[in-house]
């Protein structure tokens, strides 16, 4: 879900993309030109609107009214997006691959090759986190990857410049960044 141009935005498996013009009360499909109505990621960023779907990128130029195809990534479905340091897109894949798009008309990059598909990136500043199992994937400004040891990280989140909160089965737990 992201808050753009005075409006809601969320992302549904079913839907497509969904919009509220009255604070999430009421929601409507916003999805002339989005190919694929399961949506699993949005993302603001490079002056635009951008969603994941199982068949590839989506941009929108309209506060998320009206999308188009972004052809370099329609060879795998889109799990994750998110804004890195600079405005950069960071993209995760079902085929575990992080791109990196560095302008809404550039060429992708890979940035990373992961063990697992990239179902999340968290990103705060420059830092970057993974999760992959039982390690998450850490880095800053997307240059080499590390890995930190934890339990079976289900999701995460930056709770500032140095800690970040892991998401278990088993429960919540905290750990330093070490880069």
Known sequence: MLSTDGALLAASLEDGALRSDDGGRTWRGWNFGLLDWRVNALC??????????????????????SWRDVPAFDDSPILSLARAAGGALLIGTEACQ???LASPDGTRRLVYRADAPL????VHGCRIALPQGKTVMLARNDGGFAATQCTDATAIAWLNDSQLLVGTEAGLVSFCDAI
Do not use: K, V
């Open 119 to 122: 179902n999340a990136i968290r």
């Open 44 to 65: 603001d960023g490079q002056g635009a609107i951008w969603a994941g779907t199982d068949c590839g990128l989506f941009r929108s130029d309209s506060a998320g009214r």
């Open 98 to 100: 992080l791109f990196r």
